[in-house]
């Protein structure tokens, strides 16, 4: 039996970073919390390119196009809808989250999932760096972690064919 996990290491990656100024206070610091990780674990600043877009809506967009260029190892995405006093919110929570996860399987990179969805600014602000932590820094390690685990996949070799084995005997 084989077993795959992904170790968190950025060494030697390129790496997309998208950014919803909409709630501009708490996506800093998402943005903030994603950076940190993405050094701390290895990738080169150089190695980061952060794309701003103007909110929660227009991050799968963005996300198609870097993904698009073929030169990102991963993204990780970072947004913050807070609930207000109309559906607006789960119309687009719903629908942003949604077109992420189809672009991951459509170009399987993986995406660093970051996009807060609160009821209120207390409960973003808890996760961008509150009691709760920076879901920024969650977003990026997830990412660096399924960048390494697709890399052991794509390297692993495939499994002999027994009947094979059993006829050059």
């Known amino acids: 039996m084989a077993e795959f996990r ?3 290491s950025g060494e030697g990656r390129r790496i997309g970073v998208v950014v919803s100024r909409f709630n501009e206070e708490i ?37 198609e196009r870097l993904l698009a260029a073929e030169r990102y190892d991963a ?12 559906p607006h919110f789960d119309f687009v929570a ?9 672009l991951q399987r459509e170009f399987a ?3 660093g999932f970051g996009l807060l969805t609160t009821d209120n600014d207390e409960q973003a602000e808890a996760r961008a760096g509150g009691a709760h932590g920076n879901k920024g820094w969650d ?3 997830a990412a660096l ?3 390494d685990l697709f890399s052991r996949l794509d390297a692993a070799e495939a499994p002999e064919d027994e009947s094979d084995d059993a006829s050059t005997s």
């Not at 993204?75 to 109309?86: C, D, M």
């Open 27 to 63: 996506t800093s610091k998402l943005l903030e919390g994603a950076m940190e990780c993405l050094v701390r674990h290895g990738v080169r600043f150089q190695d980061v390119d952060v794309v701003m877009v103007p909110g929660a809506w227009e991050l799968p967009a963005a996300a």
């Open 75 to 86: 993204l990780v995405v970072v947004g913050a809808v807070i609930r207000g006093e109309t």
């Open 139 to 141: 977003a990026a390690l």
């Open 94 to 102: 719903g629908e942003a989250a949604r077109g992420l996860a189809q």
């Open 6 to 8: 992904g170790a968190v």
């Open 109 to 111: 990179v993986p995406i």
């Open 145 to 147: 972690e399924m960048a």
